[in-house]
C-alpha cells in the first residue's frame, strides 16, 4: 500500500515554455502532498505544502508565480514550472500522505530546460 | 527552529561489517517523529526506519537500528551485515507539528567488497 506514482520521471523542454508534473496517490487519500526540490549532491528542499481544496502553503524564497501547485484531489497534485529557465532544471520530488499514516515519496523528476 | 544535523558527509564500511551513521537535531517540541531515508542513484526516497519520540524503546528493521537519545537530541542509525546494495545516500529527517519534513545534509555510504 501507500505508492505514490510521479510522472514524468524525466522531461526536456525548451527555456520560456512551462512544465507540469503530476504527483498521484494510487491506493489512498492523501490530504497532504510536499513539493521538494533537489539539486545533485544536495538534500531535499521543501517548496510548498500542498492541501487539498485549498491554496498551497509556500516555502520563503520559493516564486509561487513559477511554482504552481494545484491539488483539485485527493489523489492528485500538480506542480507546473512556468516560463521554465536553465535554472530551474533540477529534480523535483512529491511526498503524499496523512499525518496518521505517514507519507510516502514519488520516484521524483529529472527536468532539464535548454 | 528546528534543525537536522548530519556531520559525515561520507561514509566507509567494508561488506559484512557494521557501520553507524550521525544524526542530531535540535526542536522544542516534545512530540516528533524522527526517519531515516535512503537514497540510492535511481533517487527514489526510501524509509528505512521511524522512531516516535514517545517511545524509548529503539526502532529496528532487521539490519537496521537506531539509538535514539531523546535528551541529547541524538538518532544515529546502525547498519550491520553491510551489503553491496546498502550503498546509497542516507537522510536523517524530522517531523513535528507542522507536518512538514526537515532533512539533514545526507551521508554517502560506500560499501566495498
Known amino acids: 500500500g501507500a505508492v505514490v506514482s510521479q510522472h514524468p520521471s524525466r522531461v526536456i523542454c525548451k527555456s520560456g515554455t512551462s512544465v507540469k508534473i503530476e504527483c498521484r496517490s494510487l491506493d489512498f487519500q492523501a490530504t497532504t502532498m510536499f513539493w521538494y526540490r533537489q539539486f545533485p549532491k544536495q538534500s531535499l528542499m521543501l517548496m510548498a505544502t500542498?492541501?487539498?481544496?485549498?491554496?498551497?502553503?509556500?516555502e520563503q524564497g520559493v516564486e509561487k508565480d513559477k511554482f504552481l501547485i494545484n491539488h483539485a484531489s485527493l489523489t492528485l497534485s500538480t506542480l507546473t514550472v512556468t516560463s521554465a529557465h536553465p535554472e530551474d532544471s533540477s529534480f523535483y520530488i512529491c511526498s503524499a500522505g496523512t499525518n496518521n499514516y505517514g507519507y510516502t515519496f514519488g520516484s521524483g523528476t529529472r527536468l532539464t530546460v535548454v | 527552529a528546528q534543525t537536522v544535523t548530519q556531520s559525515q558527509p561520507e561514509m566507509s564500511v567494508q561488506e559484512a561489517e557494521t557501520v553507524t551513521l550521525s544524526c542530531t537535531y535540535d526542536?522544542?517540541?516534545?512530540?516528533?517523529?524522527l526517519f531515516w531515508y535512503k537514497q540510492p542513484p535511481s533517487r527514489q526516497m526510501i524509509l528505512v526506519i521511524r522512531?516516535?519520540?514517545?517511545?524509548?524503546q529503539n526502532a529496528t528493521e532487521n539490519r537496521f537500528s537506531v539509538n535514539f537519545q531523546k535528551a541529547a537530541k541524538s538518532f544515529s542509525l546502525k547498519i550491520s551485515d553491510s551489503q553491496l546494495g546498502d550503498a546509497a545516500m542516507y537522510f536523517c529527517a524530522y517531523r513535528a507539528g507542522t507536518y512538514k519534513y526537515i532533512f539533514g545534509t545526507g551521508t554517502r555510504l560506500k560499501v566495498l567488497a
Open positions: 526542536t522544542s517540541e516534545s512530540d516528533y517523529y
Open positions: 500542498s492541501n487539498e481544496g485549498s491554496k498551497a502553503t509556500y
Open positions: 522512531q516516535e519520540a514517545y517511545k524509548q
